[in-house]
């Protein structure tokens, strides 16, 4: 776990440092780095994860302002020598005191470039994964501007953060829903079912080995090959195993339906895989 920004990253953060500010001014009260950056290090396709927090909800113009300009700090995974972003804004004020599922104001990645080359800009929306990211915030997030996450946000109640792992869950219910995500999807579900399993939150290769030792033969093909596309060491061919992807997805659904947190969710708790 590092409580520093990585150097690769650094001049990239600070674009985009830069352009979070221009737009938002006085109106900026915190930015943390979080995700892959800062637990266990950043692999070939890993994104740029930044949480910023704000005082007052954005107008319209602004919104689609700094959104349009954070296109020129983000690029597709490896594309080039930019990584790409996924920037989630908060109004403080609406996470503070705690409610569920939380609204989020703002959300920006890769997934959005054509949408806002063409001018449109999603709007403001009830997230409930912000119960899922704000843990990891407070438990390993970087402060890059303003105060401390720990003490800026309240810890999200156990029974909250369980109910938003479900909830992610139960999004993914047949093939469409997961068609072009494959492999995001395939680790998701082995870190969710790690979470739940055992408290902790750990990175994606880390849960994806925990839940290899605990999947059936059948479906470990496909968890083994997300992780090695993951890291770099394979070619991420699941587009075209449809049926193998399906597969897996609804065994490792019925079983995280199954579960319910063992103990309190925490930063410390690792799979055995992990030697990081």
């Given at each position: 776990?590092?409580?520093?920004?990585?150097a690769?990253?650094?001049?990239?953060?600070?674009?985009?440092?830069a352009?979070?500010?221009?737009?938002?001014?006085?109106?900026?009260r915190?930015?943390h780095?979080f995700?892959?950056?800062?637990e266990?290090?950043?692999g070939?396709?890993s994104?740029?994860?930044?949480?910023?927090?704000?005082?007052?909800?954005?107008?319209?113009?602004?919104?689609l302002?700094l959104?349009?300009?954070l296109?020129?700090?983000?690029?597709?995974?490896?594309?080039?020598?930019?990584?790409?972003?996924?920037?989630?804004?908060?109004?403080?004020?609406?996470?503070?005191?705690?409610?569920?599922p939380?609204?989020?104001?703002?959300?920006?990645?890769?997934w959005?470039?054509?949408?806002?080359?063409?001018?449109?800009?999603?709007p403001?929306?009830?997230?409930?994964?912000?119960?899922?990211?704000?843990?990891?915030?407070r438990?390993?997030?970087?402060?890059?501007?303003?105060?401390?996450a720990?003490?800026?946000?309240?810890?999200v109640?156990?029974?909250?953060?369980?109910?938003?792992?479900?909830?992610?869950?139960?999004?993914w219910?047949?093939?469409?829903?997961?068609?072009?995500?494959?492999r995001?999807?395939?680790?998701?579900?082995?870190?969710?079912?790690?979470?739940?399993?055992?408290g902790?939150?750990a990175?994606?290769?880390?849960?994806?080995?925990?839940?290899l030792?605990?999947?059936p033969?059948e479906?470990?093909?496909?968890?083994?090959?997300?992780?090695?596309?993951?890291?770099?060491?394979?070619?991420?061919?699941?587009a075209?195993?449809?049926?193998?992807?399906?597969?897996?997805?609804?065994?490792?659904?019925?079983?995280?339906?199954?579960?319910?947190?063992a103990?309190?969710?925490?930063?410390?708790?690792r799979?055995?895989?992990?030697?990081?």
């Amino acid at each position: 776990m590092t409580t520093s920004p990585p150097a690769e990253i650094a001049a990239q953060l600070a674009s985009a440092r830069a352009v979070l500010e221009r737009h938002l001014g006085a109106n900026l009260r915190a930015l943390h780095l979080f995700g892959s950056a800062v637990e266990g290090g950043l692999g070939p396709h890993s994104d740029i994860d930044l949480l910023v927090t704000v005082s007052a909800p954005l107008a319209e113009p602004v919104r689609l302002a700094l959104m349009t300009d954070l296109l020129a700090v983000s690029a597709w995974p490896a594309s080039g020598a930019l990584r790409p972003l996924e920037v989630t804004v908060v109004v403080r004020d609406a996470v503070v005191p705690w409610r569920y599922p939380p609204p989020r104001e703002l959300q920006f990645g890769e997934w959005l470039r054509e949408e806002l080359r063409h001018g449109h800009a999603e709007p403001a929306v009830v997230d409930h994964d912000l119960a899922i990211l704000l843990t990891k915030v407070r438990l390993h997030g970087v402060s890059l501007a303003g105060t401390p996450a720990a003490e800026l946000f309240e810890p999200v109640p156990r029974a909250d953060l369980t109910r938003a792992l479900h909830d992610t869950v139960a999004q993914w219910n047949e093939p469409a829903d997961w068609q072009g995500d494959e492999r995001n999807v395939v680790l998701a579900l082995a870190r969710i079912w790690f979470s739940l399993a055992t408290g902790g939150i750990a990175p994606k290769d880390v849960a994806a080995q925990w839940a290899l030792e605990r999947l059936p033969a059948e479906h470990r093909p496909v968890l083994a090959t997300a992780r090695a596309a993951y890291q770099g060491r394979a070619e991420d061919d699941l587009a075209g195993r449809v049926t193998q992807v399906d597969a897996f997805v609804r065994h490792t659904r019925a079983v995280i339906e199954g579960l319910r947190p063992a103990q309190p969710f925490t930063g410390g708790a690792r799979g055995p895989g992990d030697a990081r």
